[in-house]
C-alpha cells in the first residue's frame, strides 16, 4: 500500500527521474540497446562510461520501467525505453534531452521568481532564454529537435480534428519549419497555404512562404490565419499586439484558428496543461490559458471566439472571427 509519504518521496525524487533519463539519451543507451538485452561492463566499453556507475544508472532506469533488468544481469529496452530511441517514429529523445539539459538549470531560479517575480530561467542563466540558445548552439538544437517531435504528433491530431476544407487560403503565422502547414496542405489538396515568420526561418523553406514580423504586419487577405503555439510565448500586452495585426490583414469572412494547450480550471482536471504553463513560467514570458482568458483576449483584439475543437494531441483548435466594429 502507498502512503502519502511514499507519493511525496516520489514527487522529490523526480529529479533522478529527469537525470536518469538525461544519461540514457545522452549516452545512447537505447540505441545501443536495441539489438539484444546487454550486460553494464559491455555497455560501458561502446558508450565510454565507466562501468560501476553505469551498472547503477541502468538498474534506476529499470526502478523506473524504461529498462528491464533481466535475472541473468543482463537489461533490456521496454516500451518506455523505446520512445527513447533516436529512430522510433514517436521518439521523445528531444524533448528529454531538452529537459535534462536546458530546461533542468531553469529551475534553480524558480525560489526566487516566485518570491520576487521574473523568469526562473533568466535568474538563473543572466540571459533570456532564446538569447541563451544563440550562444550555445547545442542547446538550441535540443530544444529544436524536441519542439519538432512534438510538433508533429499536434500536427496529426489538429489535422484529424478540424476541417479545414472550407478555405480556399490560409497563413500559418509563425509557422517556423511549417511542420503543421505541411499537414494541413497534405489533407486538404484544393487548399493555398503560405509559411510566415521571420525572414531567416523561413529562408530555405520548401513551402510557399514569405518573412516579416508578425509584431506589425502578416499577409492580408487570406480565407483563414492560423497560429500554432505562438500566442502562449507571449503576455497579454504582446499577444494582444499580434492579435491586432493578424485582426488588420483579415477579411471580415476570415476565421482565426489558435492552436493551443487550454488551461483547466481546477488543475487535477488537465495536470498536462498545467505542466506546461509551468515550462512558459520557467523558460519565457509566456503562459497557458484558460477558455474564458482566450475569449478576453482575442477580444481586446476585435476577434470574438466562436467554438473550441479539442483534439487528441493535448491541444485545442481555437476559433475565431472579427468581432462587430472590431
Known sequence: MTTPADALSRLADGYLATQLLHVAVELRLPEALAA???????????????????????????????????????????????????????????????????????????????????????????????????????????????????????????????????????????????????????????LSGTLFDRPEVVAGATLPHVGGDFFTRVPPGADAYLLSRVIHDWDDAEATTILRTCRRAMPDTAVLLLVEALLPERAVDDPAAVRMDLHMLALLHGRERTRREYARLLEGAGLRLERVVPTTGGVHVIEACPAAGG
Open 36 to 190: 539484444r538485452p546487454r550486460r553494464a561492463a559491455e555497455l560501458a566499453d561502446e558508450v565510454g562510461a565507466d562501468r560501476a556507475v553505469l551498472h547503477r544508472v541502468l538498474r534506476g532506469l529499470a526502478a523506473d520501467g524504461v529498462l528491464d533488468e533481466l535475472p541473468d544481469g543482463r537489461f533490456a529496452r521496454t516500451p518506455l525505453g523505446e520512445l527513447l530511441d533516436a529512430g522510433h517514429p514517436s521518439s521523445m529523445r528531444g524533448a528529454v534531452r531538452a529537459r535534462g539539459g536546458l530546461y533542468y538549470t531553469a529551475l534553480a531560479g524558480l525560489l526566487a521568481a516566485t518570491r520576487t517575480g521574473g523568469t526562473p530561467f533568466e535568474l538563473a542563466h543572466g540571459r533570456p532564454f532564446f538569447a541563451h540558445l544563440a550562444a550555445h548552439p547545442e542547446q538550441g538544437a535540443a530544444f529544436q529537435a524536441s519542439m519538432v517531435a512534438r510538433s508533429r504528433r499536434e500536427a496529426a491530431a489538429v489535422v484529424a480534428a478540424y476541417d479545414f476544407s472550407g478555405f480556399g487560403t490560409l497563413v500559418d503565422v509563425g509557422g517556423g519549419p511549417g511542420l503543421l502547414l505541411a499537414a494541413v496542405l497534405a489533407a486538404n489538396p484544393a
